[in-house]
């Protein structure tokens, strides 16, 4: 992990319990040791009717765009990096997990839980799918991550509940590709998901014994995930897994949004970490407000100054400051249950 420049694989993750409904990925307000179950948020009334669109000024040659997946009114956001939505893709039941490719393709993780999941792929600024990756069923698929050095799709998965009991990561070379997996050990979920320009993954998930975080790594040719260790995080551990990003050389962005007020998850932190053979080392910590928190999975950008997060519990979407935590803008939207962030164009 030696290169610069930051290749996104952040993703998103939905919780289900042993009910096999769809549930939030947000940290349990409460109890820690508790999962959330049940369904996520009302759905707008014909969510698969609503035209997809994008304006003239979304393809403007080199503009960057900001796509906001929301898993409660079925579409996904798309914003300028000012924060004026320029587009909208509809239709798709459930889109959780998001990632970029070398191109700017944006690819969406489509939970489906109605029929089957899917990874839509859509060019930049573009609103229909210009591939499908069908992904394998009998799990809640999570996120997505793009492996840079030869454009392996990567989708992690939380199981349903009780029949298998270990998170695991789907990867598919082409649409056509016959899906292989492998199994993470130290982890009962895998949520998000991020290579570095190497081809080495990390995956942030929940543990099989406690559902606080846990972090792995399958470095580029090897068969087998690796647990890495946290130091320096607040009170000592991860506590809700979060953002995953690469920032540059051995240097990550880890979020966490669970950490506890007393019992209560109310604060999201993103910690910016150097990676060291199996050990990450806080460096900085930006802190993102007091019941303003569970934060699930967002995106670092503009020289690591800017931060977007989608905050699931209390349904709104901030741009903050980097390492200030400090809010600068909102994007609007009539949120109902924002989950993930990803940017596309040349970061």
Known sequence: MHKKGIILGVAIALLAGCSGG?????????????????????????????????????????????YISDDGAWVVDVYTTDGKLVGQITGLISPVGMCTDKNQDVYVVVQDYEQSPVVQEYAHAGTTPIATYDIPGGAFPNGCAIDPTNGTLAVSYKPFCCSTPNGYVVFMSSPSATPSQLVVPNMGAVYYMGYDSQGDLIADGTGTASLFGQLAELSN????????????AQTGKEHWPGTIQWAGGSSWYIGDQGVSAGSVYSISVLYEATLSGTTFTVNTTSAFGNNNGLIAQGMVWYKGERFVGPDSEDN?????????????????????????A????KV
């Open 316 to 340: 709104n979407v901030q741009i903050y400051s980097l390492p200030s935590g400090r809010p600068l803008r909102a994007l609007n939207s009539g949120w109902i249950q924002p989950a993930g």
């Open 342 to 345: 990803v940017m596309s164009g």
């Open 221 to 232: 040719g090897a068969t087998s995930f690796t647990p890495l260790t946290l130091n320096g």
């Open 22 to 66: 769809p549930a939030s990925s947000v940290a349990p307000a409460s109890n820690p040791l508790l999962a959330p179950d049940g369904p996520f948020a009302s759905r707008p009334a014909h969510p698969l009717k609503i035209k997809s669109w994008m304006s003239p000024e979304a393809k403007k040659k080199g503009r960057k765009l900001l």
